[in-house]
């Protein structure tokens, strides 16, 4: 799956810890030994091959960062997010081949990428196809000008970079979590299924998540009763206690997305494991990506299958789409 870049730049140096040290709204997931990877035929190639991972103990919220919470860190702080910043074309130009021609000043302009439906089917390899470049969007206003988050203070927020993400976690004294502490805990102490449910298919039975039913991107059955994001909470919680580790929105982890990573871990067992020490996407190999893990309410079979508790996703630290968030953990100290 590929993901349209932002291409911004954001400065969280004025931003320092809120001093709320509670662990309200955590859960402590006990730490232990499991086979991180791909559990079955959808897994993408960057999923395999499965290693043992052992975390340690560690804190985690039971469900994404809601409007609620960013809202308050931004009154606070009054940090300005990326989607909310005019993008550097300077910054452009290092994610990108050599010689590309700067886009048109009409683009260049405060903006975050929306999904628009498609009214049929499409190429599934161009996103362009479902994604729009709208000024004005980001966590304020997720569909655009003329759309708000009132009365929506229990949704995850979106728009969010990587870079929005890590000055939320100082403020709140927090960090991401890595990709094998968002694995290992989305399994909720299952051992080597699908799903954080279990392997039932996310489709049958009642509805586990909030992912898109029917025909990406242009026909949703909306059986599990929502076409974009859902309040936190709507589906049931894993065996943590966690919710939407399935669905909603995706989840920037604190890991650099490497496409053959788990290779240079198999056959070993790796303690804690940080992810790569650089990036490199052979897709984009320009542009330095972080993972993001979960899926989100435009998950498919025929198009990325990210409500599996294996899947990867990756994005450039300074991309905010409407289904994108995160939520934070904390070490046991």
């Known amino acids: 799956m590929k993901a349209p870049s932002r291409f911004g730049a954001t400065d969280s140096s004025g931003?320092?810890?809120?001093?709320?040290?509670?662990?309200?709204?955590?859960?402590?997931?006990?730490?232990?030994?499991?086979?991180?990877?791909?559990?079955?035929?959808?897994?993408?190639?960057?999923?395999?091959?499965?290693?043992?991972?052992?975390?340690?103990?560690?804190?985690?919220?039971?469900?994404?960062?809601?409007?609620?919470?960013?809202?308050?860190?931004?009154d606070a702080t009054g940090y300005i997010t990326t989607a909310e910043r005019k993008p550097d074309w300077n910054e452009i130009k290092k994610t990108l081949p050599p010689g590309t021609p700067k886009p048109p000043d009409s683009v260049l302009v405060a903006a975050s990428l929306v999904f628009r439906q498609a009214d049929g089917?499409?190429?599934?390899?161009?996103?362009?196809?479902?994604?729009?470049?709208?000024?004005?969007?980001?966590?304020?206003?997720?569909?655009?000008?003329?759309?708000?988050?009132?009365?929506?203070?229990?949704?995850?927020?979106?728009?969010?970079?990587?870079?929005?993400?890590?000055?939320?976690?100082?403020?709140?004294?927090?960090?991401?979590?890595?990709?094998?502490?968002?694995?290992?805990?989305?399994?909720?102490?299952?051992?080597?299924?699908?799903?954080?449910?279990?392997?039932?298919?996310?489709?049958?039975?009642?509805?586990?998540?909030?992912?898109?039913?029917g025909k990406f991107p242009y026909l949703n059955e909306k059986k599990d009763g929502y076409i974009t994001a859902a309040p936190v909470k709507s589906f049931a919680a894993n065996g943590y206690g966690l919710y939407d580790m399935a669905g909603n929105v995706w989840e920037w982890c604190s890991d650099w997305y490497h496409h053959d990573y788990y290779r240079q871990l198999e056959g070993k067992l790796t303690v804690n494991p940080q992810g790569p020490d650089k990036s490199y996407d052979p897709q984009e190999p320009y542009n330095a990506k972080r993972s993001l893990r979960g899926g989100?309410?435009?998950?498919?079979?025929?198009?990325?299958?990210?409500?599996?508790?294996?899947?990867r996703m990756k994005s450039s630290p300074d991309t905010g789409l409407e289904h994108t968030g995160f939520r934070c953990v904390r070490d046991k100290k």
Request: proline share 6%.
């Open 15 to 74: 931003v320092s810890f809120g001093g709320d040290t509670s662990l309200a709204g955590m859960v402590l997931i006990p730490g232990g030994v499991f086979d991180m990877g791909g559990d079955n035929n959808q897994a993408s190639e960057d999923e395999y091959p499965k290693h043992k991972v052992q975390v340690d103990p560690f804190y985690i919220d039971v469900t994404e960062v809601t409007n609620a919470q960013f809202k308050k860190f931004a």
């Open 121 to 213: 089917p499409v190429d599934l390899n161009n996103f362009n196809q479902w994604w729009g470049w709208v000024e004005g969007a980001s966590w304020r206003h997720p569909q655009g000008p003329g759309s708000s988050i009132e009365a929506k203070d229990n949704y995850p927020v979106v728009h969010v970079s990587w870079d929005d993400a890590q000055a939320y976690c100082k403020w709140a004294g927090k960090r991401l979590p890595t990709e094998a502490e968002w694995e290992f805990a989305a399994r909720g102490g299952l051992i080597n299924n699908i799903y954080p449910w279990g392997n039932e298919h996310v489709n049958q039975g009642a509805p586990k998540a909030n992912s898109w039913e």
């Open 296 to 311: 989100s309410f435009l998950c498919n079979d025929s198009y990325c299958s990210g409500y599996r508790a294996a899947r």
